[in-house]
Every structure is written in C-alpha cells, then in structure tokens.
T-cell receptor, first 113, second 112 residues
Framework: DTGVSQNPRHKITKRGQNVTFRCDPISEHNRLYWYRQTLGQGPEFLTYFQNEAQLEKSRLLSDRFSAERPKGSFSTLEIQRTEQGDSAMYLC???????????FGPGTRLTVT | QKEVEQNSGPLSVPEGAIASLNCTYS??????FFWYRQYSGKSPELIMSIYSNGDKEDGRFTAQLNKASQYVSLLIRDSQPSDSATYLCAGGVLNTGNQFYFGTGTSLTVIP
C-alpha cells in the first residue's frame, strides 16, 4: 500500500491559465475526495466520488472547477481561467465507503500569479 | 456559526504532560468524528475516529464524544515534542461531503 499520491506537488501558473491536478487513491478505496486548504483554515470540501460516480459537489464551488474519475481509479481536478483567489493547497483523500476514514495525499500547492 | 469549532490556540504543554484539545459542532445530525494531525507544510494525518458516545483509546491518544453536549475532545498523554502540530477536528453526516466539516485547527506546542 503506497498511500494516496498527488501530482504535481507544486504548480505556479499565471492568472487566466487552466491547470489540472491528478490524484491516485489507495487502490482498495472506492471513495475519493477533493479538498482545498488555505493558510490557517481547515480543509474545505470540493467534491467526492464513489467509484466513477461524482456524488456531491460543494455548494460554493465555481463552475470553473471540474473533476473526473473516469474508471473509478485516479481522479483529475481541473481549474479553468485561474484567479489569484484559487491559490491554495489542493488535497485529495480516499476511503472505503464502509469506514468513512479518509486518508490524505501530500497535496498540490497552487500559486496563481 | 461554523459547523465545527476549535480553539485555535496556541496551546503549550510541557513534555510528559497531558494535552487536551476540544471541539464543538453545531449539527445534531453529525454521526462521525475524526481527529487529524497536521505538521506545518504537510497534509492531514488521521489519528482517531469516533462514532459513539464515550471514550476511545489508542496508545497515548484518547478521543471522547458527547453527542448530547455536541462536544468532541482529544487527550494526548505523555506529550512529546514530536506531537507539536496543528490538530484538526472533523465531523459530519456519514455518506456526505457537503455535510462533513473540518475545524480550523488547534496549534499544539510541546515544550521539552
């Protein structure tokens, strides 16, 4: 078990550009979550999947954000037309649907200049 | 009112002492609660989960849940300098994302 992995670990982009992040969950886990965390705050829920189905999205999530998990394994999170306010750590977590205990990856730190 | 509230601290305890971290939640429908440890610049690491009223012990850690008072706590016995981190309380309704919340975290420093 290699844990949850995320790529890239760091991303610097210019405002207006699109970015895509990848998350590979723990292989046996069928649930995958995306969170965003800014300094001094706890992780903020963005969206989650059970297998390949996207079950929920944050009520506050802009339509510039989209996520996929096409084969129920890895997932991608895309941010279109990035804004400076998108600068944050983007965290992915996975879990079994039966235990609800989420295990986090190392995160992708996004800086929008 | 935030769904999950924690005292941001900082909390300082001497090495070997008991550190007590507290969390309250507002949604009476919340069913599951978790404590995560987060070192500076790192991602959260799961320490404890608790689903039922009472205490749950795992090594030096004890989680306590009181659903009537909507209160969750984490006790760390024999605190070590390596326990210095931010501790995040999380909880919510099972099988949801929008009804699952993290607190802002309590910063703990264990003084050698």
């Amino acid at each position: 078990d290699t844990g949850v992995s995320q790529n890239p670990r760091h991303k610097i982009t210019k405002r207006g550009q699109n970015v895509t992040f990848r998350c590979d969950p723990i292989s046996e886990h069928n649930r995958l979550y995306w969170y965003r965390q800014t300094l001094g705050q706890g992780p903020e829920f963005l969206t989650y999947f059970q297998n390949e189905a996207q079950l929920e999205k944050s009520r506050l999530l802009s339509d510039r954000f989209s996520a996929e998990r096409p084969k129920g394994s890895f997932s991608t999170l895309e941010i279109q037309r990035t804004e400076q306010g998108d600068s944050a750590m983007y965290l992915c977590a996975s879990s079994f649907s039966s235990t609800y205990e989420q295990y986090f990856g190392p995160g992708t730190r996004l800086t929008v200049t | 009112q935030k769904e999950v509230e924690q005292n941001s601290g900082p909390l300082s305890v001497p090495e070997g002492a008991i550190a007590s971290l507290n969390c309250t939640y507002s949604d009476r429908g919340s069913q599951s609660f978790f404590w995560y440890r987060q070192y500076s610049g790192k991602s959260p690491e799961l320490i404890m989960s608790i689903y039922s009223n009472g205490d749950k012990e795992d090594g030096r850690f004890t989680a306590q849940l009181n659903k009537a008072s909507q209160y969750v706590s984490l006790l760390i016995r024999d605190s070590q300098p390596s326990d210095s981190a931010t501790y995040l309380c999380a909880g919510g309704v099972l099988n949801t994302g929008n009804q699952f919340y993290f607190g802002t975290g309590t910063s703990l420093t264990v003084i050698p």
